[in-house]
């Protein structure tokens, strides 16, 4: 499929999903938020991919927010039904049954920043900037980030960072737990990749299970996602991967996955 604004590239079960409006620092608007929520759902069901990376077109910007100019004339109605249309997609990101990286190269603003707490990692290049300016333009986030910053990096950091509109740098990012790893620009590519084809090698419904948990264990109490963390461990014992995982550690060889 034709995308206007993006550029999709699979190979060795890794899909490479980049954000393609570099003359906007890859701003999302409407359009682009729609092929965003398309290319993803595709990669869900598509068997070829075992992975995907998100990353933005250009060395300065992973996503520089949603569109401003887009935005600007919104009324209130319009307003909220653009945040649902970002929370849409993000949560097609965050749900999506295989492990989403982001490859963050430049600045992760707004919209951007919240894409990039949509993945399940995020590797930062070391001009990459975070931060969540929507108060310098008069709003809040509206693609999740005062839901899924605070919970990723703890409320008293995220309402520094959301009440300021201050960005921090990839190493800042890093010690915050904002970032997963810091690479050379220049290497990011290659080290998302790598994560990547790692994660692709082991046990798939191993790897989806355990997204699942963590996503939807933490919105429970412990008890509860103990349970459900004991079912979904109860459920990899009918799979293939769990049997030959272990006969093959029992046999002292690699294992071969098939994802059943
Ligand atoms: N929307 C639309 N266009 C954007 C944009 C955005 N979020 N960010 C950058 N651009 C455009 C600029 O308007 C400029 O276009 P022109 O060349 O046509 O003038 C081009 O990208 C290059 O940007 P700059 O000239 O500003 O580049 P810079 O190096 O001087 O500054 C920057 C870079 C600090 C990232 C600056 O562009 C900036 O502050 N951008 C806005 C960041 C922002 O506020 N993001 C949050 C948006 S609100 C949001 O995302 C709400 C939400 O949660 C859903």
């Known amino acids: 499929m034709d ?21 906007a620092l890859n701003a999302l608007n409407e359009e682009t938020l729609l092929e965003l929520e398309c290319a993803v759902a595709g990669l869900g069901e598509n068997r070829d991919v075992s992975c995907v990376i998100i990353t933005g077109a250009g060395e300065k910007a992973f996503v520089a927010g949603a569109d401003i100019s887009a935005m600007q004339p919104l009324d209130a109605a319009d307003g909220r039904r653009f945040a649902k249309l970002g929370h849409r997609v993000m949560a097609t990101i965050e749900k999506l049954p295989k492990p989403v990286i982001a490859a963050v190269n430049g600045f992760a603003l707004g919209g951007g920043c919240e894409l990039a707490l949509a993945c399940d990692i995020r590797i930062a290049s070391d001009n990459a900037r975070f931060g969540q300016p929507e108060v310098n333009l008069g709003v809040i986030p509206g693609f999740g980030g005062t839901q899924r910053l605070p919970r990723l ?19 800042e990012a890093y010690r915050i737990g904002l970032a997963n ?7 990011l590519l290659q080290t998302a990749r790598e994560l990547a084809r790692k994660i692709a090698s082991k046990g798939q419904y191993a790897v989806r299970l355990g997204k699942e948990a963590i996503n939807n264990g933490l919105d429970m109490d412990q008890d509860k996602a103990n349970q459900y963390e004991a079912d979904l461990f109860g459920i990899c014992f009918a799979t293939a991967d769990q049997k030959e995982g272990m006969q093959a550690f029992l046999e002292k060889r690699p294992a071969k996955f098939t994802g059943m």
Not at 10 to 19: F, K, Q, R
Not at 153 to 161: F, P, Q, S, V
């Open 3 to 23: 995308f206007k604004n993006l550029l999709l590239e699979i190979a060795e079960g890794v899909a490479v999903l980049t954000i393609n409006r570099p003359k």
């Open 153 to 171: 990096i703890g409320k008293g950091r995220a309402k520094e960072l959301i009440f300021t509109g201050d960005m921090v740098d990839a190493q």
């Open 181 to 187: 790893k810091v690479t050379p620009l220049a290497d």
